[in-house]
Every structure is written in C-alpha cells, then in structure tokens.
C-alpha cells in the first residue's frame, strides 16, 4: 500500500521539528534538517502522491508574456473507479491534519517567543498549505465537501444565535 509511505514521510518532518533540539541546539543545523524534510515531502505530495492516491494533479505555468496561470487536473468518471477509497482517506485527512499541526506548532512557538523557529513553521505551512490548496482546486468531491461544511457550520451559528 502506497499510503504508508506518504504519512511516514509528513510525519518525519513534524517528528523531527519537535526533536531537534535534543539532537543539536545549532538552529541552522535544525532548521536545515527540517526545511530539508518538508522540501521532500512537498515534492513527494505534489508530484506522486496526490496522482497516484487520488488522481489529482496541480501547476504552475508561467506564459510567454510573464505572466502565471495555474492549472488543476484530475481524472475523470472512470479514472476516479480505480482510486483505493481508504489511500483517498488517507491521503486527505493527512492533507489536513498536516496543516493543522503545523499551525499549533506557529501557535505554540508564538507564545513561547521562539521567533527563529516560528518562520521555520511558517515556510512548513506555506508548503502544506499549497499542497491543500492545490488539491482542494483539483477536487471536485473536496470543493463539494467544503462547501457543504461551510453550509453546516452557517447552519449551526444562526441556530445558536437564536439562542
């Protein structure tokens, strides 16, 4: 199973993170090691997992005139047959739940003042956030799902506000 290799891998970056100073107290020495990982995984996420676990593909395009276009593909009715319901699951939900860690993380290290290792939290989620993004714009299922949360989530304040 493919899935195995792709959770492995965002969480060797978060491990690492969390670590680091017990291998090395050098901030450059750890945040190279890290900015490594996450480099890795952002590659590895963009261009193999999310073709081969969900069918999906995101780019960027610079045209003749200097201008970017981003492009977003994925597979069609049938192609979307073949794609392992539980690697999809997977694959999303370690799509979101790397965000998410990374901004407890930039939570975490914003109170504790630890600003050097803030921007190192920040370029991880620039990186993840991309990756979800991208995939979010390339998913027809996921747009729909988002959007039906979003839907629930208004649904939810207007009911509690009337009480």
């Given at each position: 199973?493919?899935?195995v290799?792709?959770?492995d891998?965002?969480?060797a970056?978060?491990v690492?993170?969390?670590?680091?100073e017990?291998?090395?107290?050098?901030?450059v020495i750890?945040?190279?090691?890290?900015?490594?990982l996450l480099?890795?995984?952002?590659w590895?996420?963009?261009?193999v997992?999310?073709r081969f676990?969900v069918?999906l593909?995101?780019?960027?395009?610079?045209?003749?005139d200097?201008?970017?276009e981003w492009?977003f593909?994925?597979?069609?009715?049938?192609?979307?047959?073949?794609i392992?319901?539980f690697?999809?699951?997977?694959?999303?939900?370690?799509?979101?739940?790397?965000?998410?860690?990374?901004?407890?993380f930039?939570?975490?290290?914003?109170f504790?003042?630890e600003l050097?290792?803030?921007i190192l939290?920040?370029i991880?989620?620039?990186?993840?956030?991309?990756?979800?993004?991208?995939?979010?714009?390339a998913s027809?299922?996921?747009?729909k799902?988002?959007g039906?949360?979003?839907?629930r989530?208004?649904t939810?304040?207007?009911v509690?506000s009337?009480f």
């Open positions: 199973m493919c899935f290799d792709g959770s891998r965002q969480s970056a978060a690492t993170y969390i670590l680091c017990f291998f090395s107290k050098s901030f750890n945040f190279v090691v890290v900015v490594t480099a890795c995984d952002f590895v996420v963009k261009n997992s999310g676990l069918g593909r995101w780019w960027h395009e610079v045209q003749e200097g201008s970017g492009r593909e994925s597979l069609d009715e049938e192609g979307q047959k073949t392992d319901n690697e999809k699951r997977v694959f999303w939900w370690s799509t979101y739940l790397t965000t998410a860690i990374w901004v407890l930039g939570i975490v290290s914003f504790r003042l050097e290792y803030l939290v920040l991880a989620l620039a990186m993840s956030t991309s990756n979800l993004v991208g995939y979010v714009k027809r299922d996921q747009r799902n988002i039906s949360f979003m839907d989530m208004k939810a304040v207007a509690k009337l």
